[in-house]
C-alpha cells in the first residue's frame, strides 16, 4: 500500500542554518505531494505541494522538489529562523478520495 | 484560521465511556476528513464523508463511528473507550473530494484516565 517514510526528530539547528528533512514515498500512480507544519498547540497548515513529477512546491522560503525516479520530496530552507520551530509532515494524497498519508513527523528547533 | 472548527477543544473521560466530537468546516465546503494523531501510530486517516454520504474509511476501530448532517457538519463518535484512544483528533474539510486542499481544524485532544 501507499506510504511515506521521512527522517526521524528531532532536528536542531541555529538560526540561518540550511535545513533538509528527507521524504520517500511508496506509491502506485502519481500521487501529489505535500508538506504540512503543525505549530505547537495548533492544526496542521499545508506549506506546499507538488502534482507530478519535476515540480517544485515552495512557500516562506521552503522549497521541496518531486522526484519520481528517487521517489522522493525532501524538505529544504536556505537559512532558518526561530519561527520555523515546529513539527513537519510529509504527505500523499491516498486515494481517489483525496484522504492524506502521512509520515510520522519531524521536529525542528531553531535556536537563536 | 483555518475556518474550520472543532468542539471540544479538550476532553478528559473514563475508560468505558463515550464521547462526541464536533467538526464544522469552511463555509461552502462539502468534504469532512477525520484524522487521529497519536504519540506511536501517527498521524491516521480514519472516515472520509461528502455531502452527507461516507465516502471512505481508513483505520478506524469498530467502537467509532461518523456522520455528516445536513448543514455538513460532523461528528465522531468514540465508544467504550481505552486507554489507547487518547489522542489528538483532527478534523479537515475540502471542497469536494479527491483533489482539493483541505484545511485542518485546531483539533480536539482526548484523555482517558
Known amino acids: 500500500g501507499n506510504s511515506v517514510t521521512q527522517m526521524e526528530g528531532p532536528v536542531t539547528l541555529s538560526e540561518e542554518a540550511f535545513l533538509t528533512i528527507n521524504c520517500t514515498y511508496t506509491?502506485?500512480?502519481?500521487?501529489?505531494l505535500f508538506w504540512y507544519v503543525q505549530y505547537p498547540g495548533e492544526g496542521l497548515q499545508l506549506l506546499l505541494k507538488a502534482t507530478k513529477a519535476d515540480d517544485k512546491g515552495s512557500n516562506k522560503g521552503f522549497e521541496a522538489t518531486y522526484r519520481k525516479e528517487t521517489t522522493s520530496f525532501h524538505l529544504e530552507k536556505g537559512s532558518v529562523q526561530v519561527s520555523d520551530s515546529a513539527v513537519y509532515f510529509c504527505?500523499?494524497?491516498?486515494?481517489?478520495?483525496?484522504?492524506?498519508?502521512f509520515g510520522k513527523g519531524t521536529k525542528l528547533s531553531v535556536k537563536p | 484560521d483555518s475556518g474550520v472548527t472543532q468542539t471540544p477543544k479538550h476532553l478528559i473521560t473514563a475508560t468505558g465511556q463515550r464521547v462526541t466530537l464536533r467538526c464544522s468546516p469552511r463555509s461552502g465546503d462539502l468534504s469532512v476528513y477525520w484524522y487521529q494523531q497519536s504519540l506511536d501510530q501517527g498521524l491516521q486517516f480514519l472516515i472520509h464523508?461528502?455531502?452527507?454520504?461516507?465516502?471512505a474509511k481508513g483505520n478506524i476501530l469498530e467502537r467509532f463511528s461518523a456522520q455528516q448532517f445536513p448543514d455538513l457538519h460532523s461528528e465522531l463518535n468514540l465508544s467504550s473507550l481505552e486507554l489507547g484512544d487518547s489522542a489528538l483528533y483532527f478534523c479537515a474539510s475540502s471542497v469536494a473530494s479527491g483533489g482539493y486542499e483541505q484545511f485542518f481544524g485546531p483539533g480536539t485532544r482526548l484523555t482517558v484516565l
Open positions: 464523508y461528502y455531502n452527507g454520504e461516507e465516502r
Open positions: 506509491a502506485t500512480g502519481y500521487p501529489s
Open positions: 504527505a500523499l494524497k491516498g486515494g481517489s478520495q483525496g484522504n492524506l498519508i
